[in-house]
């Protein structure tokens, strides 16, 4: 009922608003909301339970949130009151950076997307492991981990080990991303002899951490959808011979195709939502093939309607991650999505 208002209401308020001006809006209202019980209770969303049980974790419904929004963990306790069974926060890098100068954030509304440059401003790794333990979140927790911008490319594993290890405690899984087309050369991380090396010393450190801790702590990785056919049976290759626990297909794209001549088309950056649906989604159907089912896959990337939610689930996601359409269509898209997957 009461998110029934979010397109007719809340969400033309909020375009009002430059893109970036309205998140920030948004995530210091979650923020409140989130850290009194009583406000807490008023955004809470009842959606029906759907268990899955993926990476050996159980989750209450297949719907997710995506990484980026949240990137330093300030909204948690909101974010789980909308139905969401799972919360992926970050990217967060080892120490605090400001991301890349504004406008960083613009929408595509013809298409309903999204382009972004952030270029992963986050508070750093402590602030977010303070964030996680100052919250009441009691749901699944993804932790999403970088580098920052300004560690050589040759260093870039102990940023990831780093924040690996700093995370570890209080995440329900780890995702490892290297296909944020936003940081200056990351996307190099998914090939060869680099993506190996990267893979081996995360997969012998989370051995390391759960001897110590005595909890497994699954990792999954993120790709980019602008992997060829052959680079993608590469890097499964690695996923399976490593035993990485999850791979989430795909992050935004470099590709403008679908939103020529629309608004700010010439803007730098990562696309997301309604023109990345088909793309992701053959990436992830060709990710499949190769993993043969023995890695789950979490689909991400243009899913808006409980259609393109089963489209993701035939092409073979076991789990579903959404942004962009929590953008534009506000909480009810994950209830809706939730009960008529
Ligand atoms: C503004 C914005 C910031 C994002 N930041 C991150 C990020 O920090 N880390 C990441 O892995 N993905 C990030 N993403 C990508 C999303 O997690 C997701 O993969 C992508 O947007 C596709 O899903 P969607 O079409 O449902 O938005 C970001 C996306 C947007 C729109």
Do not use: W
């Amino acid at each position: 009922m009461f998110y029934g208002l979010y397109e007719g209401l809340v969400r033309p308020c909020l375009f009002q608003l430059n893109a970036e001006t309205a998140h920030n809006v948004t995530m210091k209202m979650m923020h409140v909301m989130g850290q009194y019980s009583l406000l807490t209770g008023m955004i809470r969303q009842t959606v029906a339970n759907r268990p899955r049980k993926v990476m050996g974790i159980e989750f209450p419904n297949p719907v997710g949130l995506a990484a980026g929004l949240d990137k330093d963990g300030v909204a948690l306790d909101a974010l789980g009151a909308l139905g969401f069974g799972f919360v992926e926060i970050g990217t967060v890098t080892p120490k605090p950076q400001p991301g890349n100068p504004a406008p960083r954030l613009f929408r595509v509304i013809p298409a309903e997307g999204i382009i972004n440059r952030m270029g992963f401003n986050n508070l750093g790794v402590d602030n977010l492991v303070g964030n996680v333990r100052a919250s009441r979140y009691e749901g699944v927790l993804g932790i999403n981990i970088g580098k920052n911008k300004t560690t050589p490319l040759e260093k870039a594993e102990d940023d990831y080990l780093y924040c690996l290890e700093k995370v570890y405690q209080c995440a329900s899984y780890v995702t490892v991303n290297i296909s944020s087309p936003n940081t200056p050369n990351l996307r190099t991380l998914q090939h060869g002899s680099a993506l190996e090396s990267l893979i081996s010393a995360l997969k012998k450190k989370q051995a390391e951490l759960k001897n110590k801790f005595g909890r497994y702590v699954p990792l999954a990785v993120k790709l980019a959808p602008e992997l060829d056919d052959a680079e993608i049976a590469e890097v499964c290759g690695i996923f399976k011979k490593y035993g990485v626990d999850g791979v989430i297909a795909t992050n935004t794209t470099l590709d403008r195709e679908i939103i020529r001549d629309m608004p700010h088309v010439t803007e730098a950056g990562g696309l997301s939502g309604k023109p990345l649906f088909k793309k992701s989604t053959e990436k992830l159907k060709k990710i499949r093939e190769e993993l043969k089912g023995e890695i789950p896959i979490i689909g991400v990337g243009g899913i808006d309607s409980p259609l393109a939610a089963r489209e993701k689930m035939a092409a073979g996601a076991d789990l579903i991650q959404i942004y962009t359409s929590f953008i534009y269509k506000g909480p009810k898209i994950i209830k809706d999505i939730v009960e008529n997957i």
